[in-house]
């Protein structure tokens, strides 16, 4: 045979030709060629959403855009598979596998009626909301099956879907053992079928903020001492040249704050008083004074607290947990604006040196302190910050800490405390905190509480009224009399700072980390209107 390419002949032999029987053939190792692309391990989950309406007449389930393009890439089984079950509603979800060849698992959430919008009854911005849900439950779904992956669909909003999707699949595993079953590396969560990835990396970095001010509180107080807590501060502000000034009692002492320094003392360890500043600005504009709430662990002193709230007094430092987060979150976002905050550390134990009932103890301000309850310690700590923080003429304050326990029982896990004696700045917050989902309530600042503060034949004023009731406005009442002009709001958050799982369900039992998001949101939405 003459092969005309190269020129010359080439033999083909007979036995090229002949098609040899199946049950004359030897066996043989075949060669086997494997598709990477087909028996590769399906270890990605994928997130899509599904609308449902109880007034349409007929069908009122709707897949979302992307889950449209998905069904008809996978040729319609989506879409058979969920006619199989009830359609999911807003918090419910359904799995299903084997689609396609990408994505082992699909999560189809509900987000309820795709007509939802700002609800100002409920000053919530309810389809923002429904994506966190959606989102977050969606990737709950799937974290069990231990995925390397999930993708998240943006339902229309990437930067709430990433928040949803973050705060889900949070978990505090620092003690566990490496070998533990329930030990589970958190999934690189990745943004599907949308362009929209700056919105999602800041709903990611809000989230990051928020678990990290959890991750603090979970903290057991035997390792999270306020000497810990100062540590942990420089390593992970440093490193966003902000800068952290670690003050001493003797300082404190120095600068007349005797709230201060008679909680601190009560303890082993030792108190510390944390400064830490972000310039993201021009030097000469004024800051925002954030001042967080350190008790490491409030026993109560010798006014000891009941053994079911000592349970959670770990997580006492929520508000200076959050104001680290806050201030790392500003930052990464590069936001121009100045910032300083104030972190008083310490514990609040029994001992000889605690405080007792009928102290009397002088702030920095001058004023005397009458302290009519041990264990409202915080707002001593408070009344000398304020003070304190006049020195930086400040464009604002903002306190934040867990004060009142009584707000559990009026306010829920709905929505934390808010006191302020500015009406401008309580609207941006009340604004910003309908944009998070994570809503403030605004309380009295009346008269009315101050009078029942100075009520008092020994001092100037009390730490607590003799009355059993209104503590928590009673707490702003008195941290009132230490703020000067400035713009002040106070956030009590003790009501808000635990969640047994049931109140969001992108948060797991445990810590909240509240209200974090909410105060980045209010200083996006006071530069965006150019108040700061």
């Known amino acids: 045979m003459f092969d005309y390419r190269h020129g010359s002949r080439c033999i083909r032999f007979i036995s090229q030709f002949k098609i040899p029987r199946s049950d004359c053939v030897l066996p043989k190792n075949w060669r086997k060629v494997n598709d990477p692309k087909l028996c590769g391990i399906r270890d990605k989950g994928l997130v899509l959403g599904v609308y449902y309406n109880e007034n349409v007449v007929g069908e009122g389930t709707i897949l979302t855009a992307s889950a449209q393009k998905f069904d008809k890439k996978c040729k319609g089984k989506l879409w058979n598979q969920l006619k199989l079950t009830p359609t999911p509603r807003l918090g419910e979800y359904r799995v299903f596998y084997d689609l396609d060849p990408i994505y082992g698992y699909v999560a189809v959430a509900g987000l309820g009626s795709e007509c939802l919008a700002f609800n100002e009854v409920e000053q919530l911005h309810e389809s923002k909301e429904a994506i966190r849900i959606a989102a977050g439950i969606g990737t709950q779904a799937l974290y069990k099956f231990k995925p390397s992956a999930i993708h998240v669909e943006s339902f229309g909003d990437a930067e709430a879907s ?62 999270l001492n306020p000497t810990k807590f100062a540590k942990l501060a420089v390593d992970l502000l440093c490193e966003l040249d902000i800068n952290v000034e670690i003050k001493t009692q003797g300082w404190a002492t120095s600068h007349e704050m005797g709230g ?61 947990a959050c104001v680290l987060a806050i201030t790392r979150a500003a930052a990464l976002l590069k936001l121009p604006v ?20 009928g102290d009397i103890v002088s702030s920095a301000s001058g004023k005397s302190i009458h302290i009519r309850l041990p264990s409202r310690e915080g707002r001593l700590l408070f009344a000398d910050s304020l003070v304190y923080a006049r020195n930086y003429w ?15 029982y009026t306010l829920g896990g709905a929505a934390c405390g808010c006191y302020t004696n500015s009406e401008e700045l309580f609207c941006y917050a009340e604004s910003a905190s309908s944009q998070t989902g994570d809503r ?93």
């Open 162 to 223: 990433a928040e949803g999707a973050s705060l889900a699949t949070w978990r505090f595993q620092e003690y566990r053992s490496p070998k533990s079953e329930m030990v589970i590396q958190k999934p690189k969560l990745e943004l599907f079928d949308d362009c929209d990835f700056d919105g999602w990396k800041i709903g990611e970095l809000k989230a990051e903020s928020q678990n990290l001010a959890r991750f603090l509180q979970e903290m057991p107080p035997n390792i």
């Open 260 to 320: 201060f320094v008679a909680i601190g003392k009560s303890s082993l360890q030792p108190p510390l008083y944390v400064e830490i500043s972000y310039y993201g600005a021009n030097e000469r504009t004024r800051p925002i004074v954030l001042i967080g709430k350190g008790v490491t662990f409030d026993s109560g002193s010798v006014d000891l607290k009941s053994s079911n709230a000592l349970r959670h007094m770990r997580g006492d430092m929520a508000g200076a």
């Open 338 to 357: 100045n910032i300083r905050g104030i972190l008083p550390l310490c514990e609040l134990m029994p001992s000889g040196k605690s405080p007792k009932f």
């Open 394 to 408: 400040p464009k604002m304050i903002l306190d934040i800490g867990t004060m009142s326990k009584e707000l559990i």
């Open 440 to 532: 403030i309530w605004r309380m009295p600042l009346w008269k009315f509480y101050e009078e029942r503060l100075k009520d008092c034949h020994v001092a100037d004023l009390a730490n607590t009224a003799t009355n059993d009731y209104g503590d928590s406005p009673n707490c702003a009442a008195f941290l009132k009399q230490f703020v000067c002009d400035s713009q002040w709001m106070h956030f009590d958050t003790y009501n808000v700072s635990y969640t047994e799982g049931h109140d969001f369900t992108y948060l797991q039992k445990g810590m909240t980390g509240r209200p974090t998001r909410t105060i980045i949101e209010l200083m996006y939405q006071l530069l965006g209107d150019a108040k700061l």
